[in-house]
Every structure is written in C-alpha cells, then in structure tokens.
T-cell receptor
C-alpha cells in the first residue's frame, strides 16, 4: 500500500487568506484525488489531480477557489483560496491505480480552521 | 443529490455482538463498493470491498453482503470489539471516483 503524507497536518487561518496543502506519496501513482470532510460529515470529492494538465473538478468546486497542481506522479498541492469560516474542514488527498477496482488510499488529512 | 445513503447514523453494540451497517445506492453504473474505517484524527482506511458480481465477501470478522437487484449492501462486524469503535463509511465507485455514504459512528461497549 502507498504511504501518503500531508503538510501541514493542521492550521488556523484568518478569513481572506489562502493556504496551500501538500500531498506526498512514497511511490509513483496514477490517480490522485482531493476530498473535503466537513466537521462530523462525510467525504466529498473536490477534484482529480491530473499530472501535467488541469485538474478535473466536481460539481460545486471551481479552480479559482481550489487551484490544484500535480507536477509529477508523487506530489500534488491543493490551495484553498480567499478562505471563509465555511472552508473549515479536513482536506484529504488519496491515491490509487487506474483499474476500476483499485484500492484508494487516503492521507492523514489537513485540519483547517478559518477564523 | 445523495447517491449513497447509509444507515444508521450511529450504533451502539455490546462487546461480542454483531454490528450491522446498511447502504443503498442509486446509480447502477457503480462497479466497486468499498467500506472505510476512520478513527478520530486519522484518514479513512480501507476495510473491505466488493464487486457487484459477488453477493458476499468475508475477511476475518468483517463481511459485506451485496444485493444487486435491491441496490443495497451492508457491512457486518462479527464479535464486535471496543477497538472497532470508529466511524464507518460505505462508498460506491465509478471510474475510480468514490461517492461516500454519510457515515456511521460505531461504539462498542465493553
């Protein structure tokens, strides 16, 4: 299984600022995803991070608010821009292979509180 | 639109008992159904998964039952232990993208 690390593990930010979250995997992976988990809630897919091209966003999420980079097969970043208290959530990256039944592994998450 | 509905929201079980969590899905294009276990402060970890051409899968104390015609699947935890206390999420996958249920907070009392 892949070992995934995220930085920072947690942060407290002021509204109107931006935070970039890093996701590092210990091996090359094909698929990388970013999820949001609001307090006490389930996980919602934000976007698929595509290596070498623009990320694919899910309905309700836009690039201006959540720009994503994926420069190689082991690293991705998610930026939460112009933050508001409603952005307070856990942000998780996950990775998998390309098969339909590939296990998806999750990172430990980044806990963000926006004041 | 909630594509995967999970119940119950919370569950309390005595040690040694059976924990049962149910999920229902709408989209017949889903082709992979994993269950994840999440402890506080941790990311979700895959527990067990099933494909729609199989009606049941067992791994140790964990069993998935799958009813394709009813579009339902469930997780059974046999001989539940206090260490099983966590939040459990069912999910459905299409093209590698996971749609999660709302989660079930399981508490196993000693």
């Amino acid at each position: 299984s892949a070992v995934i690390s995220q930085k920072p593990s947690r942060d407290i930010c002021q509204r109107g600022t931006s935070l970039t979250i890093q996701c590092q995997v210990d091996s090359q992976v094909t698929m990388m995803f970013w999820y949001r988990q609001q307090p006490g809630q389930s996980l919602t897919l934000i976007a698929t991070a595509n290596q070498g091209s623009e990320a694919t966003y899910e309905s309700g999420f836009v690039i201006d608010k959540f720009p994503i980079s994926r420069p190689n097969l082991t690293f991705s970043t998610l930026t939460v821009s112009n933050m508001s208290p409603e952005d307070s959530s856990i942000y998780l990256c996950s990775v998998s292979g390309t098969g339909a039944f590939e296990t998806q592994y999750f990172g430990p998450g980044t806990r963000l509180l926006v004041l | 639109q909630q594509q995967v509905k999970q119940s119950p929201q919370s569950l309390i079980v005595q040690k040694g008992g059976i924990s049962i969590i149910n999920c229902a899905y709408e989209n017949t294009a889903f082709d992979y159904f994993p269950w994840y276990q999440q402890f506080p402060g941790k990311g979700p970890a895959l527990l067990i998964a099933i494909r729609p051409d199989v009606s049941e899968k067992k791994e140790g104390r964990f069993t998935i039952s799958f009813n394709k015609s009813a579009k339902q699947f469930s997780l059974h935890i046999m001989d539940s232990q206090p260490g099983d206390s966590a939040t459990y999420f069912c999910a459905a996958s299409k093209g590698g993208k996971l749609i999660f249920g709302q989660g079930t907070e399981l508490s196993v009392k000693p």
